[in-house]
């Protein structure tokens, strides 16, 4: 079973930064597609960034251009850059991993843009 931390999360201006953690509980070499996924209060749970064991990486069409989703194989890692964020940018980030056909997900972490 791979557990999966979020860490980077918290408070920032509009267009301001911010690096979202993902650190696995073990390799993510061989670990073939991860992500992160939002939900806003009130809102489903949506896909913003997927990267797979390759490399090739897929972007909601609202951060694309702003985010950039990346893994480091040596550190167990995944991150989520995130620039110019904007208010509805808000929301609990949640990352995933898909492996040996079950998905794990992390606890979430809150990102709050705001004024």
């Known amino acids: 079973q791979v557990q999966l931390v979020e860490s980077g999360g918290g408070l920032v201006q509009p267009g301001g930064s911010l690096r979202l953690s993902c650190a696995a509980s073990?390799?993510?070499?061989?670990?073939?597609?991860m992500g992160w996924y939002r939900q806003a209060p009130g809102k489903q749970r949506d896909l913003v960034a997927m990267?797979?064991?390759?490399?090739?990486?897929k972007y909601a069409d609202s951060v694309k251009g702003r985010f950039t989703i990346s893994r480091d194989n040596t550190k167990n890692t995944m991150y989520l850059q995130m620039n110019s964020l904007k208010p509805e940018d808000t929301a609990v980030y949640y990352c995933?991993?898909?492996?040996?056909?079950?998905?794990?997900w992390g606890q979430g972490t809150q990102v709050t843009v705001s004024s």
């Open positions: 990267i797979d064991y390759r490399g090739s990486t």
């Open positions: 995933y991993a898909y492996y040996n056909s079950h998905t794990y």
């Open positions: 073990e390799s993510i070499f061989s670990i073939n597609t």
